[in-house]
């Protein structure tokens, strides 16, 4: 007699499309974006009024962008950039998109979202394409969607495939790296070029800025990793890796006190592992081995509190970056490879996403290490104190 199959979660859903990317929507920033033209037509009495309720509703509002495709072929599996609402009270993905945009013959690979609101960029076969936020009315209700951007980004047309794409956190800059090796960094919404290297790698893999914006660190195919003096244009410092070591991933954490640190996740022989570099003298701190198997995607929380690691087996890994201990895994929370990983905004949820058309949200819980055994040892300690009493007061039979 087989087993009966179990019904997927909620949080767990398929769109139809394998993807390659994900990111969460910044829907307050966006929200103000969408309602200013609204707001200067709106009697401000009843604005007023009901800012308080407004406020609450756009802050309990999550939508997640997947983005990916089967391809130029004709295989029938669209090219699409996915949207998708998650409810937390009920730990649950909208079970069909709340809007999906076709893409033709061209498979988004990569994907980044301004972090203001501005929309996001997508890397296709030949160029990058940005695409605007929308909102259409759906009934008496209005919708967020998307729509390409009137918004042509020359600069970036028919340069080739791009792998990597980043913005800094505040969105005024940008960067892309191309499979050719090509690495490009524009100001944003200017488009002026102030880093344009042909021979930056072999092939670039991977990009992410400093939380301050002053640095910017590129991973390659092959050969140590960069680190970019934005301001300058010029590499300041040569990341380098053991012989078995492959650079997979990187991205740049900030501490409570303002310490900038970089995490590399690197594939070896054992596996999969998380590298600590200190942003200062760019010497490796740290390495931990983390998974037998090898990592497919990497994130860091915003709040730098967690990081987390998806594997070519389909799991995903939440981990302490203070011990780096692993504090949380969904063993096969995809049927396929993890493709990509997002935290969002407020660091509660983790959105990984496969090429089996899945996406998945782990929500986010903050463990104190030790809490549990601190409250054992102390019970154990009353106990004893309790039990010394008792006997002293005959309350206790004597065990000589």
């Not at 069909?96 to 690979?109: C, F, I």
């Not at 967690?306 to 201990?325: H, K, Q, S, Y």
């Not at 096969?332 to 905004?345: E, I, N, P």
Request: hydrophobic share 40%.
């Amino acid at each position: 007699m087989g087993k009966s199959k179990k019904p997927d979660r909620p949080s767990l859903q398929k769109y139809g499309v394998p993807f390659y990317s994900s990111g969460w929507v910044p829907f307050k920033e966006l929200r103000s974006k969408l309602q200013s033209h609204d707001r200067q037509q709106s009697d401000d009495k009843d604005e007023d009024s009901g800012n308080e309720s407004t406020q609450q509703e756009i802050s309990d509002q999550y939508y997640v962008v997947l983005a990916g495709g089967g391809g130029e072929g004709c295989s029938g599996i669209p090219n699409a950039i996915v949207l998708a609402q998650f409810d937390f009270a009920s730990n649950s993905l909208s079970a069909q998109p709340v809007a999906k945009l076709g893409l033709g013959s061209d498979v988004p690979y990569r994907m980044v979202v301004h972090p203001g609101g501005d929309g996001l960029l997508c890397a296709l076969p030949k160029s990058c394409r940005f695409f605007d936020w929308d909102e259409v009315k759906d009934n008496d209700a209005h919708r967020l969607s998307l729509k390409e951007s009137e918004k042509v980004l020359t600069q970036l047309e028919d340069i080739g495939q791009q792998l990597a794409l980043a913005f800094n956190n505040d969105g005024s800059v940008f960067a892309v790296g191309g499979e050719d090796g090509y690495l490009r960094v524009f100001k944003w919404p200017s488009m002026e070029i102030i880093l344009n290297e042909a021979e930056a790698h072999a092939s670039l893999k991977d990009l992410s800025f400093s939380p301050d914006g002053k640095f910017l660190v590129s991973l390659g195919s092959r050969g140590p990793g960069r680190v970019w003096d934005v301001t300058s244009s010029t590499v300041v410092a040569s990341l380098s890796k053991d012989n078995d070591e492959v650079f997979a991933m990187c991205r740049f954490s900030q501490s409570s006190d303002k310490t900038q640190v970089l995490y590399i996740a690197a594939i070896t022989g054992k596996g999969g592992s998380i590298q600590t570099w200190d942003s200062s003298s760019w010497k490796r701190i740290g390495s931990k081995h983390i998974s037998r198997d090898s990592v497919s995607s990497f994130s860091v929380s915003p709040d730098g509190k967690f990081l987390a690691m998806g594997t070519v087996e389909g799991d995903v890994l939440i981990i302490n970056p203070i011990n780096m201990r692993v504090q949380t895994v969904v063993r096969k929370a995809h049927l396929g490879m993890v493709t990509a990983l997002a935290f969002s905004h407020d660091s509660r949820a983790l959105v990984s996403a496969s090429m089996d058309s899945s996406a998945r949200v782990t929500l986010v819980e903050e463990k104190k290490s030790g809490g549990l055994s601190l409250w054992i040892i102390l019970f154990i300690i009353l106990l004893a104190i309790a039990a010394y009493f008792m006997k002293n007061e005959g309350l206790l039979p004597s065990l000589g």
